[in-house]
C-alpha cells in the first residue's frame, strides 16, 4: 500500500509541476496583456490644414512607435456649436486615456468640456496668454502640450546675427499682445538690447506709432497679433520699413514672402512629435499638469533676399547656407 501512495504522490507531482511550467508563462503573459491594455486617444482637430495633417501624423508615428497597442479615433470638429455638442458627446462616449487637441479652437473645446481627461494640445501660440496653462513651466491641471512659441531669446540673438549693431528694438503691438512686452523687455535687457514697444490699438494710430519706431530703432521685432497684422496693415508696415531701411523680423515665413528682411519659423510634424512624446509620458502614468509646456524644437529661417538687397544688410553666410525659404 505503502508502494502505491508513494507512485501516486510520484506522479501527482510530476503533473503539477507540468501543469505550473504551462499555466505560469499563461499567467505572466496576461498580466503583461493587461499592463499593456490598448489604450485610447481622441485626436481633435477645427480643419484639414497641411499643417495640422503634420501636426497629426508627428504624434500618431510617436505614440504609436512608443506605445504600439494604442488606438486613435479622431474627430474634425464642426464650425457651428450644435453640431461639435454633439461630436463632444461622442468623444465622451468612447471614454478616451487622453485628448489630443491640435489648434487653439480644438483646444478651447477641449479645456471646456473635458475636466478630467488629460489633454495634450499642439500647435498652439501663446497657450499662457489664451488661458489654457497657467505657466510654461508648471501647467497645472489635466492640460499640457506643444507649444509654437520660438523662445525670446532665440529671436533676438537671431537678430543681432544680422544686424550686429542692433541696440534698439522696436515693437508694435496691441491690447491683445501686451502681457508678452514686460517679459521680452527683460529678455532684451538681459543681451544688451533696448526694446521700444509702441501700443496700437486702433488702425488710425499705425502711422505716427510706426514713424517713431523707425526714427529710434536700429530694427524692428514683430509677434503674431491678429487684432494688428491684417493684410494691409501688414503691407503698409514692410513698405514703411523698407523703405526707410529699416530691418523687419517677421512672426513667419509667410510675413517674410510678402517683404520682412527674416523670421524664424517652426515645423508642424515636428512640433506634433513633441506632442507625441508628452502624450506618451502622460499614457504611462505623469501627470500632465507637472510636465513643462515645449517650444519649437526645429527652428527653420526664412529670408528675403530682394529686401536684403534693398536695405543693404548681408545676410551671414552661415544662415545662408541653411535657409529654409529663400524668397526673392
Known amino acids: 500500500m505503502d508502494e502505491l501512495l508513494g507512485v501516486v504522490n510520484l506522479g501527482c507531482n510530476i503533473i503539477l509541476r507540468r501543469l505550473s511550467a504551462v499555466v505560469c508563462p499563461l499567467l505572466a503573459c496576461a498580466l503583461l496583456t493587461d499592463g499593456l491594455r490598448a489604450q485610447t486617444v481622441a485626436v481633435l482637430t477645427s480643419d484639414s490644414l497641411i499643417s495640422t495633417s503634420r501636426t497629426v501624423s508627428g504624434a500618431r ?28 458627446d461622442s468623444v465622451r462616449d468612447i471614454r ?18 473635458f475636466r478630467e481627461t488629460p489633454i495634450v494640445f499642439s500647435s498652439v501660440l501663446y497657450p499662457v496668454l489664451s488661458g489654457y496653462v497657467k505657466s510654461l513651466a508648471r501647467p497645472g491641471g489635466n492640460i499640457t502640450g506643444a507649444s509654437l512659441n520660438i523662445p525670446v531669446d532665440i529671436q533676438f540673438r537671431n537678430f543681432t546675427r544680422i544686424i550686429p549693431g542692433l541696440k534698439n528694438v522696436g515693437l508694435l503691438y496691441s491690447g491683445n499682445t501686451a502681457a508678452l512686452i514686460p517679459p521680452s523687455r527683460i529678455v532684451a535687457k538681459q543681451l544688451g538690447l533696448n526694446l521700444i514697444a509702441v501700443e496700437v490699438n486702433d488702425q488710425k494710430m499705425l ?32 513698405l514703411q ?13 509667410n510675413v517674410v514672402e510678402s517683404g520682412a528682411l527674416f523670421a524664424l519659423d517652426f515645423d508642424y510634424k515636428a512640433v506634433g512629435r513633441q506632442a507625441g512624446k508628452t502624450a506618451c509620458r502622460i499614457l504611462e502614468g505623469t501627470d500632465p499638469g ?15 533676399e530682394r529686401t536684403a538687397e534693398h536695405i543693404k544688410v548681408k545676410i551671414p553666410d552661415d544662415l545662408t547656407a541653411i535657409a529654409k525659404e529663400v524668397y526673392r
Not at 96 to 113: F, M, N, Q, Y
Open 61 to 88: 508615428g510617436m505614440i504609436r512607435n512608443k506605445l504600439p497597442n494604442t488606438g486613435f479615433r479622431h474627430f474634425l470638429l464642426s464650425p457651428d456649436k450644435p453640431s461639435y455638442d454633439r461630436q463632444v
Open 96 to 113: 478616451p486615456d487622453l485628448i489630443l487637441a491640435v489648434g487653439s479652437r480644438a483646444t478651447e473645446i477641449a479645456k471646456a468640456h
Open 207 to 238: 502711422p505716427a506709432a510706426l514713424d517713431s519706431l523707425t526714427t529710434t530703432c536700429d530694427g524692428i521685432w514683430s509677434v503674431a497679433d491678429p487684432n494688428l497684422f491684417s493684410p494691409q496693415s501688414t503691407r503698409f508696415i514692410l
Open 241 to 253: 520699413a523698407i523703405r526707410r531701411g529699416i530691418p523687419f523680423m517677421g512672426f513667419s515665413r
Open 290 to 304: 507637472k510636465i513643462p509646456v515645449t517650444s519649437p524644437d526645429v527652428i527653420w529661417f526664412h529670408y528675403n
